[in-house]
């Protein structure tokens, strides 16, 4: 299952992602000011109640608030670096397992286009949509996103390995 991905993802939707890792890393003043950058860098609604980011940050001994992820993810070299699209391609048209992609409604990374160009990839491709969910829908709604994750999963028989 694929949370938001997709062949063909446009660069300058990475760019804002990379930018909110970098200044994720200097860290925020309060989870307030975290809300309204991650508002911002979502281009989304402000969240209502910022004390929920608790559990996705930790505080330093400064009392600054940090992401628990580590800032160097948003680096090129490990979020969508230049080969990555020509390895999702091929990917996509090779893979025979089943294949199920949960599309965020409000994503600025995956469109009708290049959802369009994977399921040509893979015909057996489904698409589930995230409805009202941007692109950090698995962060922002774990437990839904993994109760769709086990539905799915529950499809298909357990076979042994080997």
Do not use: C
């Not at 975290?34 to 996705?56: K, T």
Request: aromatic fraction near 6%; hydrophobic fraction near 45%; glycine fraction near 6%.
């Amino acid at each position: 299952m694929l949370a938001d991905v997709a062949p063909d993802m446009p660069d300058d939707g990475i760019v804002g992602i990379r930018q909110f890792f970098a200044e994720g890393a200097r860290g925020y003043d309060s989870l307030d000011e975290a809300a309204a950058a991650l508002s911002h860098h979502l281009a989304q609604p402000r969240m209502a109640d910022p004390a929920r980011l608790a559990r996705s940050m930790r505080q330093d001994e400064m009392g600054r608030w940090h992401w628990h992820w580590d800032p160097a993810t948003g680096k090129e070299e490990f979020l969508h670096p230049p080969s990555e699209n020509e390895a999702v391609l091929a990917a996509a048209a090779r893979v025979t397992s089943p294949l199920v992609m949960v599309r965020a409604e409000l994503s600025h990374l995956v469109s009708d286009s290049n959802t369009a160009r994977f399921k040509a990839l893979a015909p057996h491709l489904e698409i589930l949509i995230a409805r009202g969910a941007g692109h950090m829908f698995t962060a922002d709604r774990n437990d839904a996103f993994a109760a769709q994750l086990l539905a799915q999963l529950s499809r298909f028989p357990e076979e042994p390995i080997g």
